[in-house]
C-alpha cells in the first residue's frame, strides 16, 4: 500500500501560479505511475498529468498542456504540479493517484492508492 499526502493548494487570482506536492511513502513498486486528478463541484474526477516514475515520462490533459507541468523527486519521493496561468475552470479539488501501470492511465480506475485531496480556488 502506498501512502500519499497532498498539500500547496489555496486560493489564488487568474493568471497565477501554485505548485502542488505529494509526498508518498509506503511500498515503492505501488506507485510505477503517479498522477494528479481533479475534480470540481458536480463533476467527475478527472485525469490532468501523470509521470512514470522510473523513467520520467510524462502525460497531460489537453485542457491543462503548457500551463501545467508535472515532476518527481525520486530522492524525496515526492511528485509536483506546477501550475500557471491559472483560470477559473481549474477551480477544483486535486489529487495525488498512484497506479501499477506500465503505462500512464487516465481512467481513475487504474489507480489504486489516492490522497485526501487539496483545495485550489482561483477566483478574482
Known amino acids: 500500500q502506498v501512502q500519499l499526502v497532498e498539500s500547496g493548494g489555496g486560493v489564488v487570482q487568474p493568471g497565477d501560479s501554485l505548485r502542488l506536492s505529494c509526498a508518498t511513502s509506503?511500498?515503492?513498486?505501488?506507485?510505477?505511475?503517479m498522477a494528479w486528478f481533479r475534480q470540481a463541484p458536480g463533476k467527475e474526477r478527472e485525469f490532468v498529468a501523470g509521470?512514470?516514475?522510473?523513467?520520467?515520462?510524462?502525460s497531460y490533459a489537453d485542457s491543462v498542456k503548457g500551463r501545467f507541468t508535472i515532476g518527481r523527486d525520486s530522492g524525496k519521493n515526492t511528485i509536483y504540479l506546477q501550475m500557471n496561468s491559472l483560470n477559473p475552470a481549474d477551480t477544483a479539488v486535486y489529487y495525488c493517484?498512484?497506479?501499477?501501470?506500465?503505462?500512464?492511465?487516465?481512467?481513475?480506475?487504474?489507480?489504486?492508492?489516492w490522497g485526501q485531496g487539496t483545495q485550489v480556488t482561483v477566483s478574482s
Open positions: 509506503g511500498r515503492s513498486f505501488g506507485r510505477s505511475v
Open positions: 493517484a498512484a497506479s501499477t501501470s506500465s503505462t500512464i492511465p487516465t481512467s481513475t480506475l487504474s489507480y489504486t492508492s
Open positions: 509521470v512514470y516514475w522510473s523513467a520520467g515520462s510524462t
